[in-house]
């Protein structure tokens, strides 16, 4: 897949998620769980998970932006022909930008795609496609970080205080996070307890070697329960007593 420009605007959406609350005596079919992931991006402009859930059509729409993903689709061109013709959702929308995203061709790999539509010197024209692999939104100003359960650590009912090792996913010349973690988003369910962690970038540049764990000290509201406790970073979230992709993990 190739990427034909860049897309590095930003939408001013908030780092910081309201803490859900729920009982782990609640029966989930009473009482479903929340979404753990309120807000998602392809790496990019953040933009609500529900959109997943619209029905496709973007592509016949009457606006600029839809004539630019139109014509797009319709040029013969090898470099897009791995793109639906159809089936097209709009995720965003700026005074400058417009981001759609299509579930994959079958076999397709990851499952969605996404085209940008830039305004551009008086004109709507594609600026950028690509696949697109789901990911927590954290904000244009936070880098995504993963985590998993320390691994002397067993989980226990009653326990509110979870020893875990923080993996930041942006490229931090294979430093640390230590200091830079910010207090994570936690949303509680009837069968789960889903946790976002976000760190804040180092400035200048850096190099990608990969990143130490940073341990840290997750405190919950109330007791974790018979809950199963989720890594959020990634969509759909991750089990966190499981080793992330990103991450080094040591026994």
């Not at 509680?188 to 990969?210: D, K, L």
Request: hydrophobic share 40%.
């Amino acid at each position: 897949m190739r990427l034909a420009a860049a897309v590095v605007l930003g939408l001013s959406l908030s780092a910081c998620a309201a803490v859900r609350q729920g009982n782990s005596n609640v029966d989930p079919s009473e009482s479903p769980d929340p979404d753990p992931v309120a807000s998602v991006t392809c790496d990019g402009p953040g933009f609500p998970l529900s959109v997943l859930d619209a029905p496709g059509g973007a592509e016949n729409g009457t606006d600029a932006a839809a004539d630019a993903l139109r014509n797009h689709l319709a040029t013969s061109d090898m470099e897009i022909d791995w793109l639906p013709d159809t089936g097209w959702k709009e995720a965003v929308r700026t005074d400058d930008l417009v981001v759609f995203i299509a579930d994959a061709l079958p076999g397709g790999e990851p499952s969605l795609v996404q085209v940008s539509v830039e305004h551009r010197d008086g004109s709507w024209r594609v600026g950028g496609w690509s696949g697109c692999s789901l990911q927590a939104d954290v904000g244009p100003d936070l880098g995504r970080a993963s985590f998993r359960v320390a691994p002397d650590v067993e989980l226990t009912p009653e326990m509110t205080e979870i020893e875990v090792l923080v993996t930041e996913r942006a490229c931090n010349s294979g430093e640390d996070a230590s200091g830079r973690i910010e207090k994570p988003v936690v949303t509680v369910g009837a069968e789960s307890v889903t946790v976002v962690f976000a760190v804040r970038p180092r400035g200048g540049a850096q190099e990608c070697p990969s990143n130490p764990e940073t341990p840290y000290v997750l405190v919950l509201d109330e007791p974790l329960g018979d809950r199963v406790l989720l890594d959020g970073s990634d969509v759909p979230p991750r089990d966190a007593t499981e080793c992330a992709d990103i991450a080094v993990c040591p026994p």
